[in-house]
């Protein structure tokens, strides 16, 4: 499944980012341990039945990874959407149930992230260039079907959220919609940026590509964008 296949489903999701590396040669006891506490978490923060089960099935039938790796489940009452080892364990883990996917772990294997920079860089610094900062901006060209390429820092980005619309390719900064917004895309729920951005750029045929610095926004948010 790629990313626009995931993005195009609809939640709630329950997501995992975790540390999957074994911490002993014998180390069936410590993966348990980190196993259920990550399943507590999960119901904490409102796991369905169908996604505890879906969670136990896939930790059932996989053992943690070899030597150092991470490991990102994104599933549903239903299905395992994505179930990836990635080369190293999160900085911070991740376990949150919400109405959208969390796509940032994906999106960190995929950046080219110094060329895009430069690109960046350089219309950043032109007269009339395609590059817009700041989460407000960003979201506003989403908004207008008008981002080429999204770059977000995850880190800076924080926990910052955002309005999302109905179909999702909708996204405001501020507490409320626009009011050119119709009753069909009214924002009608709360969101974490760092799941909304993504989703709707991918959904509107943009390219995403998450960067550690090098961007001129304090809040980690910019585009690339098709048109001035």
Same mark, same amino acid.
């Not at 329950?14 to 006891?29: G, I, N, R």
């Not at 978490?41 to 923060?45: I, M, N």
């Not at 996604?51 to 599933?75: H, K, N």
């Not at 994906?106 to 895009?116: D, G, I, P, S, Y």
């Given at each position: 499944?790629? %990313?626009?296949?995931?993005? =195009? !489903?609809?939640?709630?999701f329950?997501? &995992?980012?975790?540390?999957?590396? +074994? ?6 006891? +410590?993966? /348990? ?7 507590e978490?999960?119901?904490? *923060?409102g ?27 994104? %599933?549903? =009452?239903?299905?395992?959407? &994505? /179930?990836?080892? %990635?080369p190293?364990?999160?900085? !911070? ?7 959208? +996917?969390?796509?940032i ?11 895009? #920079? ?19 901006? $960003?979201?506003?060209?989403? !908004? ?9 820092d ?28 119709? *009753?069909?895309?009214? +924002?009608?729920? $709360?969101?974490?940026?760092? =799941?909304?951005?993504p989703?709707? *750029? ?6 995403? $590509?998450?960067?550690?610095?090098? #961007? ?13």
């Open positions: 499944m790629n %990313l626009l296949e995931i993005a =195009e !489903r609809r939640g709630p329950a997501v &995992v980012y975790m540390d999957a590396s +074994p911490d002993t040669e014998d180390s069936a006891q +410590p993966w /348990d341990l980190r196993c259920r506490a990550i399943r978490r999960l119901v904490t *923060a796991a369905g039945r169908g996604m505890l089960d879906q969670f136990d099935r896939v930790i059932t039938d996989s053992p943690p990874g070899r030597g150092r790796a991470g490991r990102l489940l994104i %599933l549903d =009452e239903n299905t395992v959407h &994505v /179930d990836e080892y %990635l190293e364990p999160p900085a !911070r883990e991740v376990v949150r149930v919400s109405a959208l +996917p969390y796509l772990p994906l999106l960190r294997q995929h950046a080219v992230q110094q060329e895009v #920079l430069d690109t960046f860089a350089a219309e950043f610094g032109r007269e009339g260039g395609l590059a817009v900062t700041g989460l407000g901006a $960003t979201a506003e060209a989403l !908004r207008m079907a008008n981002v080429d390429r999204l770059l977000i995850p880190d800076r980005l924080g926990d910052r959220t955002v309005q999302v619309g109905a179909d999702r390719a909708q996204v405001v900064a501020g507490p409320d919609g626009p009011a050119s917004w119709t *009753a069909g895309t009214a +924002p009608h729920q $709360t969101c974490r940026a760092d =799941e909304a951005l989703v709707a *750029a991918l959904l509107m045929g943009a390219e995403v $590509t998450t960067v550690s610095g090098g #961007l001129p926004s304090e809040d980690g948010v910019a585009a690339l964008v098709r048109q001035r």
